[in-house]
């Protein structure tokens, strides 16, 4: 039996790296997807995996356009849409700060605000959204995408406790450093390799989206059902050190 046979999915940043591999994750365990991204990637994803996907275009920041993609049966949100910045708070400009809270933070609340009640229309459901060990522990330049990673995982507990009542799992990931198009863009911005990411490691190599997905659904899954506002470290050890 598929874990996600007869369930509607809602993925954000499904177009690439780990929201194209829980796509593709929740796809194969049966679920109803909907790829959300704000490029026409999804699509592409949605067209290869084939009914029951569809993609749809959606930039998280837009109230208007979150209600509006919602769909009217969601049991299954996974917010995996986000941005970072790679400088110390003296360096920020305050147009990056916003940019990086409007799409991690905001965006996080508003996919939850309007699925919540189409999850209470079904009696319950589960979130997960994707936040990071720079919520937990500090990194060197990531002064905005720490804070902004830190207000998803505190918001993921305050609806946990809010929504636990009506059904409703809500549950964060923390990914450490994954070999995924978005650190492959950060090591270009930064000057940094991947061989001296994969050397921090304990274990001398980098997650993979799919290790990623593959936590995400077990928190949305039914084998979680006494698991709600944890934040699971998914790190290969780093945080550990």
Not at 81 to 108: C, H
Request: net charge negative; aromatic share 4%.
């Amino acid at each position: 039996m598929k874990r996600f046979a007869g369930k509607h999915a809602f993925v954000t940043g499904a177009g690439s790296g780990i929201g194209a591999a829980v796509a593709r994750a929740l796809h194969a365990e049966g679920a109803v997807v909907t790829l959300a991204d704000v490029s026409d990637d999804a699509s592409a994803l949605a067209a290869e995996l084939g009914p029951p996907a569809t993609a749809i275009r959606l930039d998280v920041r837009e109230e208007d356009q979150v209600r509006a993609a919602i769909p009217a049966v969601v049991d299954v949100l996974v917010n995996v849409a986000g941005i970072g910045s790679t400088t110390n708070a003296p360096d920020t400009s305050l147009e990056v700060w916003e940019q990086v809270f409007a799409v991690n933070a905001r965006g996080t609340f508003l996919t939850c605000k309007h699925v919540i009640p189409a999850m209470v229309s079904r009696g319950g459901g589960a979130i997960v959204n994707v936040g990071s060990i720079a919520a937990l522990v500090g990194l060197k330049n990531r002064a905005a995408y720490s804070a902004s990673k830190g207000a998803v995982v505190a918001l993921t507990r305050a609806l946990a406790i809010d929504h636990v009542g009506d059904g409703i799992r809500v549950n964060a990931v923390c990914p450490g450093t994954v070999d995924s198009p978005w650190v492959r863009r950060l090591v270009e911005n930064t000057g940094e390799s991947l061989e001296q990411l994969q050397a921090r490691q304990p274990m001398g190599r980098l997650g993979t989206p799919e290790e990623i997905a593959e936590s995400i659904l077990y928190l949305a899954s039914d084998q979680a059902t006494f698991v709600t506002g944890s934040a699971l470290v998914v790190d290969g050890g780093m945080t550990a050190v």
